[in-house]
DNA sequence: TATTATTGTAACAAATTGAGACAATAAAGA
DNA sequence: TCTTTATTGTCTCAATTTGTTACAATAATA
């Protein structure tokens, strides 16, 4: 009577209704008109790069982002964020700004993604409502994560700061205004401390503060006042197969008083 | 029949019944969840001080604060409640934090004020729910300003930062985080400009820069740190009666490239 | 005319930063 | 085994900035 393709490409259907016809977060939940959003850096090692994602079959690019629960600090709200994507507890993150312009309500960015996505919506949904957005900036190891698209995104990838695709919204003014809060942070929060693995060479030090501030630094001062700083403890060397001299590793002075302990908000 | 002063009696009830029973906001005009809170610096010559207002018949303190209207950003709602409250326009205004805890849900708080102040309010009501709150600091000339108390507050007064009476909720807490951002921001956004009237001595401007960094800083230091900076203009020496040499008067050059023009968030 | 308090600035020392140089050294090649 | 190569750790000296003290200039007063 049918052919079994026919069969399976029925289950489909009903499957990916199933899936796509999941219930739309309600106002029950979540607090309305407050988003967040985060600008997540790593560094590869020559690069400063962020995490972006893609939403369905739209071309639209943005920070992730999410709302707050209406049992739940905004703090955790992005943990929990963050967690999801990256896998990763106990993220450093730092919270720079709050967006809440009145041009920031484009309810026709939120529909198309959610069409796209299968959901129907109504006008009227609170999903379309003006947001008010609390941006943070994370920074992690890059090497320790494999991000996660979530449910309405095709794919979560890394882009180095100066060569974004063009983002939705004013996601861009977003990103540059972390870059600049990160900038201003670099000498007082130790930044380097968490976008490197525990053990570096003083040369991946330095290759963070040239990448986060956009300019080359002079070697022998850098490696001066860095160790002048008193937060780094010397390891054995790292035998690399190079034919040069070794470099020394070095690890984070854990709990510097006053300074920073990481993953704090 | 009835006595002059009875009737001016009963107008006078029927005149305060009106104005305080009048609407309460709703949420067809205002942002749900959402408040913001300021810090107002200003400088008396000797100490940095802000604006606290003191709610009728409470006892309770607290920094001036309002709602966001639906079709409103951020940032106009606090220039019109400072407006509303200073009378000033064109205030110069730093975003600086947002308090998004759920320990910041104080119903009782926000239930005693409207009770004091002749509202009934029924329980479930948006201004018994959690807020999030969006916190500005503030920088005004202080002789400028007479400050006008609010519909629910019966004072609105200057209190020097480290002799505050006991703020309600956390509002300490947006205090100490308001200093902290100040102090940073002391050298790069021109905090003096703000704080001062339009021609000032050198010492005033050095009273401004310790009153902010609660220190003393040398005289000849500092004098030699700010001409280098080339922003101040030198005016007529100004004669004070004293017996000693008079002080030159400065103003700031305004719209020094790169560095800040006031009153721009 | 001397006295007083404060101001503007110079002068020198101390500390920090910039720029270059040099010896040490891990691996590779002769 | 001895050079060669590239890079590292550190030192030196100059340039700049900051801390400290000193001193002459000067409005009003006695």
């Known amino acids: 009577?049918?052919?079994?393709?026919?069969?399976?490409?029925l289950i489909k259907i009903i499957f990916l209704r199933n899936k796509n016809r999941r219930e739309l977060p309600s106002t029950e939940t979540y607090i309305p008109n407050l988003a967040y959003d985060s600008v997540i850096f790593g560094f590869n090692g020559e690069q400063l790069r962020i995490l972006i994602l893609e939403y369905h079959n739209t071309g639209l690019f943005a920070l992730p982002g999410g709302f707050v629960?209406?049992?739940?600090?905004?703090d955790d709200?992005?943990?929990?964020?963050?967690?999801e994507r990256t896998g990763l507890d106990n993220i450093y993150l730092e919270q720079f700004h709050t967006f809440g312009d009145v041009s920031?309500?484009?309810?026709?960015?939120?529909?198309?993604?959610?069409?796209?996505?299968?959901y129907e919506i109504e006008a009227g949904n609170w999903l379309l409502d003006r947001?008010?957005?609390?941006?943070?900036?994370?920074?992690?190891n890059y090497d320790e994560v494999t991000p996660v698209p979530d449910q309405l995104s095709d794919s979560i990838n890394w882009y180095a700061v100066d060569t974004l695709p063009p983002l939705m919204m004013d996601h861009q003014q977003i990103v540059e205004k972390a870059l600049q809060n990160l900038r201003d942070n670099l000498e007082t929060k130790l930044v380097g401390m968490n976008l490197l693995p525990p053990l570096f060479t003083m040369k991946q030090l330095?290759?963070?503060?040239?990448?986060?501030?956009?300019?080359?630094?002079?070697?022998?001062?850098?490696?001066?006042?860095?160790l002048g700083m008193d937060i780094l403890i010397r390891h054995d060397k790292l035998f690399m197969g190079?034919?040069?001299?070794?470099?020394?590793?070095?690890?984070?002075?854990?709990n510097k008083a006053g300074i920073l302990n990481p993953a704090q908000t």
Do not use: D
């Not at 309810?107 to 796209?116: D, G, K, S, V």
């Not at 947001?131 to 992690?140: D, E, H, K, M, P």
């Not at 330095?206 to 860095?226: C, D, H, N, T, W």
């Not at 034919?243 to 590793?249: E, I, Q, R």
């Open 1 to 9: 009577m049918f052919s079994l393709n026919f069969i399976i490409y």
């Open 69 to 74: 629960k209406r049992n739940e600090s905004v």
């Open 77 to 83: 709200a992005v943990k929990r964020g963050l967690y």
């Open 104 to 118: 920031r309500m484009v309810p026709e960015a939120m529909q198309t993604i959610l069409e796209a996505n299968g």
């Open 131 to 140: 947001f008010i957005s609390v941006a943070y900036y994370a920074l992690i």
């Open 206 to 226: 330095q290759k963070v503060y040239e990448a986060v501030l956009g300019e080359k630094l002079r070697r022998s001062s850098f490696q001066r006042k860095i």
């Open 242 to 254: 190079k034919a040069h001299k070794a470099p020394y590793l070095y690890s984070f002075v854990k």
